[in-house]
């Protein structure tokens, strides 16, 4: 099912404005401590996903998509909600940005290199969405020392659109076809969504004015989608991922310059390692299918820096 970038705005901002309170009131009561900070930052993203289709052991396709310098939106809540335990929340929209795509095709299997590729400079970020709620529980907590360990779920939803572009097709001989695409033209839009569950370990270190965090994530990736559109050639692709392995970072620096107001910045880095599933195609036209067990692959990996300001009560 397919879950937009508005769903989850909704959902996150309906969680943290109406569920975090009723902790405030329960879990904060009996423990004695707690506090609400609530963020809003801006950053900078590079992106790239990796989408292959196999027959058995042999790679016969591979397009790389990727995004540099795409601009970014984060808010987000988190709370201490009793007896040392802290719940965080947040999510991430690109805020538009380009990209670009190579294609590549191994059609001949006595030929190691490959036969055909295409070229697309004009590739469109469409969307870009990452959600991840955590909560973990201090083990060391002695006011200025905070080490804490538990988990989270995460979601990203990116898409991109590759327009034009230039080929390089193999027909009779190798090589031999070169040529161009109108510019402009849709040639092939694709789609991760990718669910996850992770064990996290946080550490954060109080010095005057200034607090130091980081965060290790490790899990793994589970019932993630690729979606391909050829447009030019009427088929549509849905790829099924087996579970796969994540893993993740994150560090932050803020300063307090007001008593309940601090300033940010942050790095994140995230990469679901490359995992193997099933696909199955559909002829938009006449709506006939086929399907191809562990026929299909994909990867992804985002980096994230960004800046901004915390509000705390």
Do not use: C
């Amino acid at each position: 099912m397919h879950v937009s970038k508005e769903f989850f705005g909704l959902t996150l901002g309906g969680v943290l404005m109406t569920a975090l309170p009723v902790f405030a009131q329960d879990g904060l009561a009996s423990s004695g401590s707690g506090g609400v900070t609530y963020f809003a930052g801006i950053g900078l993203a590079n992106i790239k996903a990796g989408e292959y289709v196999y027959d058995g052991d042999r790679k016969l396709s591979q397009l790389d998509w990727e995004s540099k310098g795409v601009k970014t939106g984060t808010i987000g809540a988190q709370m201490e909600i009793g007896y040392n335990w802290r719940i965080k929340g947040q999510i991430d929209v690109g805020l538009g940005g380009n990209g670009y795509m190579e294609d590549r095709d191994w059609q001949d299997a006595s030929y190691s290199g490959w036969t055909d590729q295409s070229l697309h400079d004009d590739t469109e970020l469409d969307r870009y969405v990452n959600l991840l709620i955590e909560a973990d529980r201090a083990v060391i907590d002695n006011g200025s020392t905070r080490i804490g360990l538990g988990g989270g779920i995460g979601y990203t939803d990116v898409k991109w659109t590759a327009r034009g572009g230039s080929y390089i097709y193999t027909d009779v001989t190798l090589h031999d076809t070169v040529g161009n695409f109108a510019d402009g033209e849709k040639g092939i839009s694709y789609e991760q969504r990718i669910p996850t569950l992770f064990l996290s370990a946080n550490a954060e270190q109080q010095i005057g004015k200034f607090k130091l965090s980081g965060t290790l994530r490790g899990g793994a990736s589970f019932a993630s989608k690729g979606v391909d559109d050829h447009w030019m050639r009427d088929l549509h692709f849905t790829d099924t991922m087996d579970i796969g392995p994540m893993m993740g970072a994150a560090v932050s620096a803020d300063y307090q310059f007001l008593p309940s107001a601090a300033l940010y910045v942050a790095g994140d880095f995230q990469k679901i390692f490359k995992t193997r599933g099933d696909a199955e195609v559909r002829d938009t036209v006449t709506g006939a299918t086929d399907s191809f067990d562990d026929g299909a692959a994909a990867d992804y990996q985002s980096i994230t820096v960004s800046a901004g300001v915390k509000g705390s009560f």
